[in-house]
């Protein structure tokens, strides 16, 4: 029991220090890390109790089978999340592309926009003289639109600017797609039956997908890996969540 006491704390520290300190992007897992100490620490309670009285084995049967249905749930969207986020079709084709936006850092690209940015390069040199809409509108402590700074980074590497179609409104995906399309079909891309490239975040893929295709978006992932392993761990823990909020409220 002890032990388990010991290790709610530990994870309840680390998730302050990740939260509070904002320590390497880690804020989602650190919220994370404080959930699984109240969890430790409820089981660590409700056993304790659980000797007391049936109202607490009672107790303690539920808690444990909601906690095994929430465990095989999120891991199992865990396990899509991924696979998706592993499907590549960068060599495929397409009638138009979508660069999603992320966070600017004043008037530079984060991280996460970066490696967007750098796999949209890629796919643009293989696939020249279509189409690109960059879309994202402007957030807190940023001094420009995602877009707009999108814009500047490809054109600031060779990418001709007749190319780039820029929307600046957009503040979640669901705008991002809806706002582009609108965009694609104004400059006669066929959305419905066309397939349209979406540049994005490998952990972001899955949610996109499943955003796109509400939209009436025919969409190939070219995904976008985070240089550094620890970020994309965050980043995908955080989508299973996020997947369920999409699939039940947006």
Known sequence: MKGRWCAALICALAGVLLTVVRVWGMRFSGFLLIGTAAAIGLSALIDARAEKGRLWRWLRRAFYGALSVLIVLLTSIEVF????GREDFTALPSEAVIVLGAGVNGREPSLALKSRLDAALAYL?????????LTGGKGYGEEITEAQCMYEYLTGHGVEGERLITEEQALNTAENFAFSRALLSEHGVDVENGLVAVVTNDFHVARSRLIAQRQGVRMLGVPAPLPWKHLSANYYLRESFAMVKTFLFD
């Open 81 to 84: 999340v991924i696979s998706k």
């Open 125 to 133: 040199e293989e696939h020249p003289d279509i189409p690109v809409v």
